[in-house]
């Protein structure tokens, strides 16, 4: 399930207008040459979620937004954009049921050559379908 849902937030990311206006690349992996703004899964962890009667998993997963510019509001504004677009995830997906969908922490660093990144981390507690 944690493949399934790293394809299934990847594809919600991209399927957003606003976000594949404003940034060059949505990957599941950190694209080596892209230039920022971009976004892509840092890492995810599942755990046993399951119930007597069904299989479950808790996921938690991390997305890194890398931007670029002198003013943080608009890398804070891409982060923003990338919560809210993550809490609308459709419960309902190929093979599973998302639960719960959790924001848990978020980091903002600037790095050298004027780069800005935000790691946002959520959890997610998924039912399969059987």
Do not use: Y
Request: glycine share 6%; aromatic share 6%.
């Amino acid at each position: 399930m944690e493949t399934a849902l790293r394809i299934a937030i990847i594809a919600w990311l991209r399927a957003d207008p606003f976000l594949a206006d404003m940034v060059n690349t949505i990957a599941e992996e950190g694209p080596a040459a892209a230039s920022p703004p971009n976004i892509a899964i840092a890492a995810s962890a599942s755990t046993d979620w399951s119930t007597k009667t069904a299989t479950g998993r808790e996921v938690r997963l991390a997305l890194e937004l890398i931007g670029r510019g002198d003013d943080p509001a608009e890398t804070g504004f891409l982060a923003t954009r990338i919560e809210q677009r993550i809490a609308t995830l459709a419960p309902q997906q190929g093979g599973f049921r998302v639960v719960v969908t959790r924001f848990l922490r978020s980091r903002v660093e600037r790095r050298r050559r004027n780069a800005r990144a935000v790691l946002l981390e959520f959890a997610f507690k998924l039912l399969a379908d059987d």
